[in-house]
């Protein structure tokens, strides 16, 4: 059970030092207690306090920091099984798999091709999945074509000697050995503490799986990620979903409170619809790493779209940059559309707009990432902000003087039209989907 | 003779006829021979439905006449009468089903007869629906044909499905009614024991529609009181036999409505006289308690939710009424019923059309209503849609609320000509329509003459409205039997529950108790729901076992235990609206509150944002609280710690907002003078240890209060 | 030590509905376990897949889907076909065409469409309407009547119009009552509660609690499923123990993904690819929330979420 923030605050020394970098005592209590802090960073801490506190406050799955620089990932450090309990944090992140037979470099670049931006995030796969045959020199050699690359990689090999010289080419990457097995996993931690890096465990079932977990831990080491991969579909899933449940039960077992490694590759061989299924199964039921035979566009646009979705803060909605977007070649004659900036209503509206057909503005102005009637609540949209908008940003742009308002708030028609001198305020319907008719209308009746 | 003499006589006659009917069948066709109406799969199907018994044969329906029989008890109690009424309904159908032996087809058009299992499966769907509101039985002859015509007419108008038998039925053809099924107007027969067809509509219903089980003939009769609104009209003069069949109506719970005025015996919503056979529509209406749905409001211009936010503009306007010139005012009062003729409008004053173009002018309208379910609670909810309604027709704008209103209509909309009874009917047809659950009947008053408007101003509507801010400051927590849960945030904070009390409004300033209650009574099913509070657990906390075991069910489990007092001992949740959050700020023992409008930083070292990611939610932060700006000045702020009297910090505006109730609430309860002059703000401190300097010197209370960690 | 896992069996379960006749009826619903969650305990009915064709043909279609129906030229043909998709348990026939906003066919020719499927073909059908509440209303009570006796779905009865669907597909005609609400919980179940108050019995009624394609707010469909079989399955609430049935043909297929043109946006690639990828992740995803049918259009998509929840179970 989580400790809540006043608990915590009645541990600290209650001097408001700052040393920790929050103004109070009750402001660092309260981010500890979200887990945005670690406990240690106060230095005033009695060890008695301390000792309670770490292990109330450990949070019962680890976060395991992979790659460097701009390719470093964190993962893990899950709180709920739904995100509507709370949130998802780290996102899982898609490998593509190369084998030592393989081009690596030719499956480099089409994976590369998809890179993108969709609402501020970078969308592209972010690790490589070299996957050893048997052949220790070839391995090596594509671990080499794949290293400084900006990818993560995760080296799957159970060779000893193959790591380690895997390792010498690539472990300042902060790659993850997915190495350790029930035969040689302390050889493994041994290799995985000397480089630095973080290690993947496996096992024949979640028995052996739990059991080695076990052995490794007890020998000190915990930068884990766990291979959860199965002889097949069933298995896997039954893993993945029993290894992520078991940590954050009420009564959490932390031997399996890491992240985990799901092989479609290996479960879905040569099977891309079949991989974007299972691919958007494991987003939503608990893969970390999800390895594939490739990234394009057809299992990107499907699984990026969804990762981001999912992986949201229900309290904090997805924002479009605020702007005006010209939709079907809509240029400084054509209508004028506003509404807010929440990505789904973006998405929506501008979906419609371009079924309609019609060239059109829309112009999306700071309604705090809201819903339009939200926002409208809030007095985030308003007649102020509207034609404030369309003023500093619109005017010098746009000759049009139509503007198209949502249906929702038509009860700001009057003051719009007060305050913007010139333009004719429309009011839209109260629907999206409503919108393709309402625009062929007022084109079939010359109106814009 | 009593009304138990005439129900068994007529009882005993049609009985009589039908033996006789049964026994001259079998003289000529045997009793073997196949008896069953025709494109039904219920053979008789009232008495299947009754009895659970399927008729074959006429050997089998003579057996079956000894059953109805057994009904016929002549003890004279209601139940009897009743029976016997249903006795009478049952040989009816006897009788009728005789006529269609051997593939007869005894009805021709216009007539119908019997009814095929298709037309009502067909009709069941507008049924249930509510698009036939109801069904009309008219029996017997008009007093004229212009009547007849005149009372089918005007069901016909509110889409109510009309039935005819007997007389009214040459009544309508010698007038030239366009009649049939299509248009829903059906007449039977023109022998009373035709009557049964309509009866076998309802029967059939019941076990289509209802799942009735045949033969559980008190579930027959719950169904078809509950959920067929049929009722019935019955021209005079009444002999026994309509009288028995009548017996029979009522027993289904269908009322039945007569101009007969000799030796009959009234029953309270059940057998009523009107004379006035004009008003047949109107008494059946309400002894059926049927409601029409107004479909379109008849005015001359539009009317949509587009023309909300019009502004009309002085040069487009033809006259404007303005409160802050003029006496004008907007009121509810709730009537009763007897009170209220439905749909009636009444103008005081000058019409529209009759202003100077351009002037300023009163005007007051008042909306009387009434309902059995109607309570004066409802009134200020009502009223506050006036805005919303006038607005929303097109070309006219509204402003304000009671007694300070404003209200321009433009000359476009004056030329199209809209008047008075316009308006009238726009404030009737929206409160009809969407407080169809509690409003029965709506009459409105225009009133444009400022004498009048100026007396009843003054003696009418500011003492309504000081009676009901008088109800609002008297109405605590303790004065009200339940409280209202309130989970319109679900959408995006799931497992948050809102406990509305009267003392405590919803965190986002938006729903209070009267709101919650009005949304419930409205929309049984919807987003407010009773809470109990009997099983009071910690009085002082605000702890109950019902308001517990009520947040578990709506948050689906998430949370388990709530005070309604307490910021410390499991608060009440957020979901994300709040205006205020207060959090307990351990150096001064007291509570910071900072608001959504203010971004800076509070002596809790975190601003509203970080407050509102610990606090929203649906999670429960000990020691922080979501809430409205109202709720500040309550004698139930965190009551369970001491009260309003911890609040030690506040950003400037709030304070300034909230500073007269806050001043008066802390005189009368802790007798402290301007107590907001002893509360920090942004100008003051934003850390605490200057806060707690200021606090020192200003004397504030909370500095000797209990500890509250 | 053996890893030692709880089961999550529940105590409560999500009701079991049958819809179709004979040897090809189907059932939904009936678990008492998180979706595929085979290791807490059986699931007796899998989840079904549904084939979405409409009265408007095939000219709208991708071509894979027009090749897959090769040579049909009547709606009897494209049933029949339809019925045959390999991994297909049921068809859905939306009545695309009825929309006001469309092409406006009246509700007698979509009868004869209606009548020429149910003819056609003998595995369970889905009817969908076209979306707009009064023509849905007129129309789907009238598909309820024309296809007495198949045990259908009928898609969908609304907040709006749930009176007149609800009581002629779950109290005249016989059918299953398709309770349709917009991605929220307390709407899905006040829809239960005025559908059972009809009359209706709660195992006449299957849920679509609303959908979008992976990527266009499919957050709020993840959770509104997880707090409904939560609800369900933890709480035992019995207003929301009925099963769920997710279109997503229509939706996947509508976004921009799956319908912008090779020429305008090149470097996508392969249109249809796209259009599969968006449908199968967004089935995937939904039936990985508790959907307990789905409703495709594409052989492929078809076909690989068949043989996903095969290999599932």
């Not at chain 1, 490998?95 to 998809?114: F, G």
């Not at chain 1, 400084?148 to 159970?158: E, F, M, R, T, Y």
């Amino acid at each position: 059970m989580a400790l809540k923030g006043l608990d915590i605050f009645k541990l600290t020394p209650k001097t408001n030092c700052k040393e920790c970098g929050s103004p109070t005592c009750m402001a660092f209590s309260m981010k500890v207690a979200q887990g945005a802090v670690e406990i240690s960073k106060c230095p005033h801490m009695s060890e008695e306090a301390l000792a309670t506190l770490s292990e109330a406050t450990a949070p019962p799955m680890k976060t395991i920091k992979v790659g460097t620089g701009d390719a470093e990932y964190t993962l893990g450090g899950e709180t709920v099984l739904a995100r509507h309990e709370k949130t998802f944090v780290s996102k899982p992140r898609f490998a593509v798999r190369v084998t030592p037979d393989m081009d690596a470099d030719a499956v480099l670049a089409e994976a590369n091709k998809v890179d993108y931006d969709r609402i501020g995030e970078r969308m592209h796969a972010e690790m490589v999945f070299v996957d050893c045959n048997g052949d220790a020199d070839a391995f090596v050699e594509t671990v080499k074509k794949v290293t400084g690359k900006g990818k993560v990689l995760v080296l799957s090999c159970k060779n000893a000697d193959a790591i380690k010289k895997a390792l010498d080419v690539c472990k300042d990457e902060k790659p993850i050995i997915n190495s350790a097995d029930a035969s040689n996993y302390a050889e493994m931690v041994e290799i995985a503490k000397a480089a630095g890096v973080v290690l993947g465990v496996s096992g024949k079932d979640i028995n052996e799986l739990y059991d080695t977990t076990a052995a490794i831990e007890k020998l000190g080491f915990k930068d884990l990620v766990l291979d959860t991969t199965g002889a097949t579909v069933k298995e896997t899933f039954a893993t993945t979903v029993q290894v992520r449940r078991a940590c954050l039960a009420k009564d959490p077992d932390r031997t399996f409170g890491y992240p985990s490694i799901v092989n479609l590759s290996k479960v879905a061989p040569d099977d891309e619809a079949m991989q974007i299924a299972l691919a958007s199964v494991f987003i939503l039921k608990y893969g970390s790493i999800i390895v594939m035979d490739t990234m394009n566009y057809a299992r990107g646009l499907a699984l990026f779209g969804l990762r981001q979705n999912v992986y949201t803060d229900p309290q904090k909605p997805m924002k479009v940059e605020p702007g005006i977007y010209p939709i079907n070649g809509g240029d400084e004659n054509s209508v004028v559309l506003t509404t807010v900036d929440f990505a789904l209503t973006y998405f929506v509206v501008s979906g419609e707009l371009e079924r309609s057909g019609v060239p059109c503005n829309l112009a999306i102005s700071d309604a705090g990432g809201l819903s339009v009637l939200t926002s409208w609540a809030a007095g985030k949209l308003s007649s102020t902000s509207v034609s404030k908008f369309i003023k500093e940003e619109v005017e010098p742009k746009i000759k049009c003087r139509k503007l198209i308002i949502p249906g929702k708030v038509a009860v700001l028609k009057g003051d719009i039209e007060a305050k913007l001198e010139g333009w004719q305020v429309i009011v839209a319907p109260n629907e999206a989907v409503q919108l393709v008719k309402f625009l062929k209308d007022l084109q079939a009746g010359g109106e814009i | 003779m009593t009304l138990f003499d005439r129900v068994f006589g007529g009882n005993d006659a049609v009985y009589g006829l039908t033996e006789a009917a049964i026994d001259k069948a079998i003289a000529e066709h045997g009793a073997d021979k196949a008896v069953a109406f025709p494109h039904t799969a219920y053979s008789l199907p009232c008495y299947y439905a009754v009895t659970g018994t399927k008729v074959a044969n006429l050997g089998e329906l003579k057996t079956a006449l000894g059953v109805v029989k057994t009904l016929m008890t002549r003890e004279k109690r209601l139940n009897d009468a009743f029976m016997s009424g249903v006795a009478t309904a049952l040989c009816a159908e006897f009788i009728e089903v005789l006529k269609y032996l051997d593939g007869a087809t005894p009805y021709e058009e216009p007539l119908y007869g019997h009814l095929a299992d298709a037309t009502i499966r067909e009709l069941g769907v507008p049924l249930v629906t509510g698009d036939i509101p109801g069904v009309a039985v008219i029996l017997g002859s008009a007093p004229t044909k212009e009547d007849a015509v005149a009372l089918v007419k005007s069901y016909q108008a509110q889409g109510i499905l009309v039935t005819l038998v007997g007389g009214v039925i040459d009544q309508c053809v010698e007038a030239g009614l366009n009649m049939g099924y299509a248009v829903r107007i059906v007449p039977l027969g023109k022998d009373v024991t035709s009557v049964i067809h309509v009866v076998s509509v309802a029967l059939r219903a019941a076990l289509i529609f209802g799942n009735v089980t045949p033969g559980d003939a008190a579930n027959l009769m719950k169904y078809t009181f509950e959920r067929v609104p049929a009722f019935v009209n019955a021209f005079k003069p009444l002999d026994d036999v309509i009288v028995a069949c009548g017996a029979g109506a009522i027993a289904l719970g269908f009322p039945v409505v007569t101009n007969e005025t000799e030796n009959i015996f009234r029953v309270p919503k059940s057998l009523i006289v009107q004379e006035d056979v004009d008003k047949f529509n109107a008494t059946s209406l309400e002894a059926r308690d049927i409601k029409i749905k107004i479909t379109k409001i008849d005015i001359p211009v539009s009317f949509a939710s587009a023309f909300e936010g019009e502004i009309i503009r002085k040069g487009d306007m033809q006259v404007e009424f303005d409160g802050s010139r003029k006496d004008c005012f907007e009121l509810v009062q709730t009537k009763e019923l007897t009170q209220i003729e439905d749909h009636k409008f009444t103008l005081i004053g000058k019409d529209f059309d009759e202003f100077e173009v351009g002037s300023k002018n009163a005007i007051s309208y008042i909306v009387d209503v009434a309902g059995k379910n109607m309570q004066s609670d409802f009134e200020p909810v009502f009223e506050r849609k006036f805005h919303s309604y006038v607005n929303c027709i097109e070309g006219v704008m509204h402003t304000g609320q009671r007694d300070m209103i404003r209200v321009r209509i433009s000359k476009a909309t004056f030329e199209a000509g809209f008047r008075a009874k316009d308006l009238a009917e726009v404030l009737y047809a929206n409160i009809k329509n969407e407080f169809d659950a509690v409003v029965d009947k709506c009459a409105v008053t225009i009133i444009t003459d400022e004498a009048e408007c100026s007396k009843l101003r003054h003696e009418m509507a500011i003492p309504a409205y000081d009676r009901r801010d008088e109800r609002l400051t008297t109405l605590t927590d303790e004065a009200v039997p339940v409280y209202y849960s309130c989970i319109m945030c679900q959408a995006f904070s799931p497992s948050h529950v809102c406990v509305v009390t009267p003392e405590r409004l919803g965190l986002c300033g938006a729903v209070s108790w009267l709101d919650a209650k009005a949304t419930n009574e409205l929309d049984p099913q919807g987003p407010c729901q009773v809470i109990t509070k009997e099983r009071v657990i910690d009085e002082n906390l605000g702890r109950y076992e019902d308001v517990d075991e009520a947040v578990a069910k709506f948050s689906q489990g998430a949370l388990e235990h709530v005070t309604l007092y307490s910021i410390m001992e499991d608060p009440m949740t957020s979901c994300g609206c709040f205006e205020c959050i207060c959090g307990i700020e351990p150096c001064s023992n007291g509570v910071a509150i900072t608001n959504r409008e203010y971004a800076g930083m509070t002596p809790l070292g975190m601003t509203f944002g970080e407050l509102a990611s610990m606090t929203g939610g649906g999670v429960q932060t000990p020691g922080f609280m979501g809430h409205g700006k109202h709720f500040i000045a309550s004698k139930k702020f965190m009551k369970a710690e001491g009260g309003f009297e911890r609040i030690v910090w506040m950003p400037k505006d709030l304070k300034d907002t909230v500073a007269d109730r806050l001043n008066k609430a802390a005189k009368e309860v802790y007798d402290i003078d301007n107590f907001t002059d002893m509360i920090g703000d942004e100008t003051i401190a934003t850390d605490p240890e200057t806060l707690l300097e200021f606090l020192t010197e200003k004397g504030h209370p909370a500095l000797k209060l209990e500890p509250l960690m | 030590m053996p890893f030692n896992g709880k089961s999550g069996k529940f105590n409560a379960s999500i009701g079991a509905v049958e819809v179709g006749c004979g040897e090809k009826a189907i059932k939904i619903g009936g678990e008492n376990v998180l979706p595929f969650y085979t290791f807490d305990a059986p699931i007796e009915n899998s989840p079904k897949v549904g084939v979405m064709i409409t009265d408007l043909g095939l000219e709208n279609e991708p071509a894979g889907v027009k090749a897959y129906y090769e040579g049909c030229t009547t709606m009897a043909d494209i049933a029949k076909k339809a019925a045959a998709m390999p991994g297909a348990d049921f068809v859905c026939l939306k009545l695309e065409g009825a929309d006001p906003n469309g092409q406006d066919k009246s509700v007698e020719d979509c009868m004869a469409v209606l009548r020429e499927v149910v003819d056609a073909i003998d595995v369970p059908l889905v009817i969908a309407g076209c979306k707009n509440v009064a023509k849905d209303a007129e129309l789907l009570t009238k598909a309820s009547e024309v296809a007495q006796g198949k045990n259908a779905i009928i898609l969908a009865a609304k907040e709006e119009d749930y009176k007149g669907i609800g009581a002629a597909a779950g109290l005249a005609y016989n059918q299953k009552v398709g309770a349709e609400s917009a991605v929220d919980i307390n709407l899905a179940k006040q829809l239960n509660v005025l559908i059972s108050q009809l009359g209706v019995a709660p195992s006449n009624i299957v849920m679509n609690v609303g959908t979008a394609t992976v990527g266009y707010g499919f957050e709020y469909v993840v959770s509104t499923m997880d707090r409904i079989k939560a609800a369900a399955l933890s709480q035992d609430d019995k207003q929301l123990q009925m099963p769920i049935i997710t279109p997503i043909a229509d939706e996947a297929w509508n976004v921009k993904e799956a319908m912008a043109s090779e020429e305008d946006m090149p470097e996508w690639g392969a249109q249809e690819a796209r259009g599969v990828g968006m449908e199968v992740s967004t089935a995937a995803s939904v039936l990985a929330s508790g959907s307990n049918a789905v409703i495709l259009k594409h052989p492929t998509s078809v076909a690989t979420i068949s043989k996903m929840i095969k290999e599932l179970m």
